[in-house]
């Protein structure tokens, strides 16, 4: 029996609104009841495959003000195989989220909460560590690092290409449903380690500091984890990158820069033992 696969998107079970008696109508009286239940279950197999399908597609919310810009996004986003909600506000993002979405793209400058209010919502008040791109035409550091201290794990600067937003949330999100198998990490070390008054719980992803914990987003972690590892090794931006942003060809060496500030920031006095060697790279000094 063949099926249009609209029948599946409407979720109407053929031959319902048919016409009596032609062929595909289950309520015609030709059918035996025999026939009835063939189809039933071939019907309800065939559900069962969309739904499964439907759960391995990525699930991304955008959130902006700008209705059209929302439809844009939306639609080449569905095209690429994704399946998209939208939400004009912080207010009706807020609503909306739960821990199936697997990516937001949030606008920053949004009447009533904007985007770094609705980030920081979603992280302590909906406690959801889902992935979040800034779309923001700030672009200057200070506006960088507040939204990378609110747990950003990307940034795309408008005015931006529908190719650009396309490959930036592939990127994440291949790293994020997808973590690479086998990825080499020097000098795996014990769940706990502590270096002074700088402890790190590798189980937990926690950092102390003089017992206090350290907030750091995942993308913080991972580059503190890269440097702490291989302590006096040097690592240039490029193999920053590879580690930290696996994947991902539109992140710049300035993110690695901005990072460290932050890193460096947040570790209070062992933030001075990232250091930068010039023209080579940063690495986390012993001495």
């Not at 920053?108 to 992280?123: P, S």
């Not at 001075?272 to 690495?283: A, E, Q």
Request: glycine share 8%; charged share 30%; net charge neutral.
């Amino acid at each position: 029996m063949r099926m249009d696969s609209r029948m599946l998107v409407s979720g109407k079970r053929p031959g319902i609104g048919a016409d009596p008696g032609l062929p595909g109508s289950l309520s015609g009286p030709g059918r035996t009841g025999q026939y009835r239940l063939v189809e039933s279950r071939l019907w309800y197999r065939l559900r069962k495959i969309s739904e499964i399908l439907n759960m391995e597609k990525a699930k991304v919310l955008i959130v902006d003000d700008e209705e059209d810009l929302c439809r844009i996004l939306q639609f080449n986003l569905e095209n690429e195989g994704y399946c998209v909600q939208a939400a004009y506000s912080g207010e009706e993002a807020l609503e909306k989220i739960d821990g199936s979405f697997d990516l937001v793209l949030l606008d920053v400058m949004m009447g009533g909460i904007n985007g770094f209010e609705t980030a920081n919502a979603i992280r302590k008040e909906k406690k959801l560590d889902v992935p979040i791109v800034f779309l923001t035409a700030k672009d200057t550091e200070n506006d960088l690092l507040t939204g990378f201290s609110l747990g950003a794990d990307d940034y795309i600067a408008k005015p931006f290409s529908i190719k650009e937003v396309n490959a930036r949330v592939k990127a994440l999100l291949n790293r994020t449903r997808n973590p690479r198998k086998g990825q080499v990490r020097p000098c795996p070390l014990p769940n706990h380690w502590e270096d002074g008054n700088l402890m790190v719980d590798y189980s937990r992803k926690d950092v102390l500091v003089n017992g206090l914990p350290v907030q750091l987003t995942r993308r913080e972690f991972e580059l503190f984890r890269l440097l702490f590892e291989s302590p006096d090794r040097v690592f240039s931006r490029e193999e920053i990158l590879k580690t930290v942003w696996p994947e991902d060809g539109c992140v710049l060496d300035r993110t690695v820069d901005v990072h460290i500030t932050r890193l460096r920031k947040k570790l209070q006095s062992y933030g001075s033992r990232i250091m930068n060697r010039s023209g080579y790279g940063y690495y986390f000094s012993t001495l």
